[in-house]
């Protein structure tokens, strides 16, 4: 059975970066598409983006477009998200899941394996 691990929360001051990380235990990731989602403080969780199990579907929430980048490395069973020009409204706990298929035309994306998260605060 799947499952996930997230690092790389903290406390960042706004503009600056962060880079999560999610691996995986039990099984492998290789060939499982791979979703980012998010929970801040009284909002309901939400997907921030997503990337196929070959890499060559990659998607984003619209308000991290230019900021964030998700990328994988098969080889090392992992899947990061780097987060830069982080935001106060960024301040969430972030999840890694493993989803049912990571795609524009499917967003948000269906979680099907849950990691069990690692905070992210943005705050001066």
């Known amino acids: 059975q799947l499952q996930l691990v997230e690092s790389g929360g903290g406390l960042v001051q706004p503009g600056g970066s962060l880079r999560l990380s999610c691996a995986a235990s039990?099984?492998?990731?290789?060939?499982?598409?791979v979703g980012w989602f998010r929970q801040g403080p009284e909002k309901a969780r939400e997907g921030v983006s997503c990337i196929s199990y070959s890499g060559s579907r990659i998607i984003y929430e619209d308000s991290v477009k230019g900021r964030f980048t998700i990328s994988r490395d098969n080889a090392k069973d992992t899947v990061s998200l780097q987060m830069n020009n982080l935001k106060p409204e960024d301040t969430a706990v972030y999840y890694c899941?493993?989803?049912?298929?990571?795609?524009?035309?499917?967003?948000?994306?269906?979680?099907?394996?849950w990691g069990q998260g690692t905070q992210v605060t943005v705050s001066a």
């Open positions: 899941a493993g989803v049912v298929y990571c795609s524009v035309h499917t967003w948000p994306p269906v979680p099907n394996a």
């Open positions: 039990g099984s492998t990731l290789d060939l499982v598409d």
